[in-house]
């Protein structure tokens, strides 16, 4: 077999961390995750202003979770095997037109439409996104990973705060504003797009892309590795249904437990969302320290017993549990990218693709089946039943550990 010599001098190249593109790709995530959080947050607003029903709203959520998650392994698969560098701001040059479609809309076939468009955009970012977080981490990629997917998640925790202070006052029309945010995001993307054409250009003269390509991908993938793959997908599974159910229930449940009025419950609400994102911030590098294994299983089973005890406790003692679960279950978000693409090297697209696009998607069929669960069992059974799912955190003792990982490539 063929080996490539690398200078002492391009190894240290390659393993340092670039902060500067880690820091605006966050801020890009967040962005591109804030205008996808426009989306649920429009539902009140678009419900009164078009007569839309529950079932409507609900395809919209739908519609919008399938296509940005069902896509991103394929666009992850094409571009593991030619790297798209200006794939980042024609996607979120989609997104910009699905926004402005979305503020100007008379009807609800064009809503639709625009949530496509804000879909397929959100499809290209991640994996694509995923890939330069990970070019720019140099022996950091927990870190790298944490700093890129952060900004995502605080994307979405914005979603209480836009309903509040511009969907309301400004009713549908204020989506607009959020053509703002994504021509933003479309220039800062075409500098990361600069970036990383240089980047793979400077990689190629050392190693070729075809070459690296070809050499990971010559074995086949094993029974092993696919059996760890379905592993780590229950493990998102679990956390992803247990989010789905919080974000989208737990303020009814506030509601009706607690007699909260409807600000109050979104208090409650953004308090688990920011939370969550600081775990996923600092959850790369803890697992940069402590191992990717160690981290996934503390984080997922070790939430199990705050998530069991929020619905039997006070308002105040919940608020507490909330900020603990949501930090300590999404420390293992960005992680889990990281030992997948660990598993499968080579495959950075299709693993970022695959593990969170599988997020979004299993938290959208999650959202309908708890739905059901709540019509039928009511909110108290709901919850108590979400709050056993991280004990399948227990089968991340059965993944390989981040030792045995390297020894596979070494």
């Known amino acids: 077999m063929t080996q490539t010599v690398i200078t002492e001098k391009q190894v240290a190249y390659q393993n340092q961390t670039t902060y500067k593109i880690l820091i605006i790709m966050g801020f890009c995530h967040l962005l591109n995750d804030s205008i996808q ?13 078009m007569g839309l029903s529950f079932t409507q709203l609900g395809f919209i959520a739908f519609s919008l979770n399938m296509v940005s998650s069902v896509m991103q392994p394929f666009i992850g698969a094409l571009s593991d095997k030619k790297p798209m560098p200006y794939a980042l701001p024609i996607g979120m040059t989609s997104t910009l037109l699905g926004v402005i479609g979305l503020a100007l809309a008379p009807n609800y076939s064009l809503v639709l439409l625009s949530v496509l468009f804000i879909g397929l955009g959100s499809a290209i970012f991640h994996p694509e996104g995923s890939r330069v977080a990970h070019m720019a981490a140099g022996s950091r990629k927990g870190l ?21 202070l511009i969907l309301v006052p400004l009713g549908q029309i204020g989506a607009a504003w959020f053509s703002v945010v994504a021509g933003i995001a479309v220039m800062l993307l075409s500098y990361i797009a600069f970036w990383y054409s240089g980047r793979l250009k400077e990689l190629n003269a050392q190693v070729p892309f075809s070459k690296v390509t070809a050499s990971q991908d010559s074995g086949k993938i094993s029974k092993g590795i696919i059996l760890t793959l379905v592993l780590i997908l229950f493990l998102i599974f679990a956390r992803s249904w247990y989010v789905a159910g919080i974000t989208n229930y737990y303020a009814f449940f506030a509601i009706e437990q607690y007699q909260f009025s409807i600000q109050r419950a979104q208090v409650f609400l953004f308090a688990f969302l920011v939370a969550g994102a600081l775990g996923t911030f600092f959850g790369g590098p803890l697992a940069d320290k402590f191992g990717k294994r160690n981290i996934i299983i503390v984080s997922i089973l070790g939430s199990a017993p705050l998530s069991i005890l929020i619905p039997f406790v006070p308002a105040s003692i919940s608020f507490i549990l909330l900020l603990l679960t949501g930090f300590i279950l999404m420390s293992s978000f960005s992680v889990t990218v990281i ?16 593990t969170v696009g599988l997020a979004f998607g299993m938290g959208a069929i999650g959202s309908i089946i708890l739905g059901v669960m709540a019509d039928h069992l009511g909110l108290f059974t709901t919850l108590t039943f979400t709050g056993f799912l991280p004990i399948l955190g227990a089968l991340g003792f059965l993944l390989p550990s981040d030792r045995k990982l390297s020894q596979r490539y070494e």
């Open 37 to 49: 959080s426009v989306i649920p947050a429009m539902f009140p607003v678009l419900g009164k202003s």
């Open 144 to 164: 790298a990973q944490s700093i890129y997917q952060v900004g995502g998640n605080s994307g979405q925790a914005l979603a209480p705060l836009i309903t509040a």
């Open 339 to 354: 030992y997948a693409q660990d598993l499968v090297p080579g495959k950075i697209g299709t693993m970022a693709g695959l």
